[in-house]
């Protein structure tokens, strides 16, 4: 019963825990199908939470990325106006290429123009070579603008101009035959052929061309279509511009002739030609060309209208600068300059169409010639003597000829100058003087 009694224990015990097993063994199961369920969810949750990192960092890039495309919005933004402003510009440069091959286009047709035009010229330049004087000086005996009967000498306009034309008589055949040949070349080339030439950059064309616009200037028939086709502009230009000696010495020995018609005179001062003569004075040291120069000067000395333009411009002052190289031919074209402008002066206070003292008084002119009325050279004492008899019957320059010595040279011209009709007019002088001061 004991034993049985422990069985039924041992059962009941045995059953217990067996019901403690079966309920540990399912709590244990439970717990292991918790487990496996929070195992899942922590799965999960890492996938979740990679997911989300994942995410986290892709928000990242796709900011970023956002920025990026931004920044790639504004250089496309700003590269499209770019191309715009490129196209615009390709447009503008398109049209200017378009005007410049239109311009080179016509350059070179003028190319073709002045190529033909200079193999013209060039076959010109030969014939002008072989018409043109060897001598630089002989066109000055064409027109003998250097003469120096001042006494006799008046323009066609009634402007004493102390300059005449060679005598015909005393004309040589080869003086006649050139001229004849110049005139020949003047219809056969053309005169606006012949002035182009002078503007030429080739100096031996320039030479040659000028030698024969200074011949055809050296006949009053030519000297008004060189006029009326630009020769004066042209030769003016020579002086402005020129450096070579002969063209400088040739061009002034042209303007000279031009400058023995009274209409002429007014246009070589209107165009700054005194001014030009006396740079071109300052410029070089050669006799004869200061000769030509001075002889142009002396020229327009001739015309009263033209003295107060011309002492503005510096030409008394060129002409006194130029005596100072002592040349004897140079010297007698500044006094029959000084004779010039001093009878034109006289005359005109004669007539009542100017008063007061003589513009050569304002450049020192009285004193240089007083000093040189002793020269030795006849022709250059005649037009000193001349000069001092017209300058003393001004009586506004009295005072001036009393104290620079100038009455005292008149006496002395009275009695012992060379020429009678100059004594006579240095008595008729000083008479009036005397008149006056009474």
Known sequence: MENSTYQTALADTTQMYEKKVAELLKQLEDEHARFESAEEQLDLAKRLLSDHQNFMQGQKEIDELEVKLQEMYRLHETSVDELQSLKSEYKVLLSEKETLDEELHAVREKLLVEEKQRKIIENELVKLKKLAPENDNEFEDKKSYMKENIGKGSSAFGTPMGLHKSNQSRETLSGQSQRATIAKICEEVGLQKILALLSSEDSDVQIHAVK???????????????????????????????????????????????????????????KGGALLLANTASKTDDPQTLRMVAGAIANLCGNEKLHMMLVEDGGIKALLEMARSGNIDVVAQVARGMA???????????????????????????????????????????????????????????QDMISTGGMKELLRISHESTREDIRNLAKKTLKLSSNISG
Not at 348 to 373: K, V
């Open 212 to 270: 024969v616009v200074a011949n055809l200037a050296a006949e009053d028939i030519n000297q008004e279509k060189i006029v009326e086709e630009g020769g004066l502009e042209a030769l003016l230009m020579l002086l402005r511009s020129s450096h070579n000696t002969t063209v400088l010495r040739v061009a002034s020995g042209a303007i000279a002739n031009l400058a023995m018609n009274e209409m002429n005179q007014g246009l070589i001062m209107s």
């Open 340 to 398: 010039n402008f001093a009878k034109c002066e006289s005359r005109a206070i004669i007539q009542g169409h100017r008063r007061g003292c003589s513009l050569l008084m304002e450049d020192a002119a009285l004193t240089w010639l007083i000093s040189n009325s002793n020269t030795t050279s006849a022709s250059t004492r005649r037009h000193i003597e001349l000069a001092l008899c017209h300058l003393g019957q001004n009586e506004e320059n009295a």
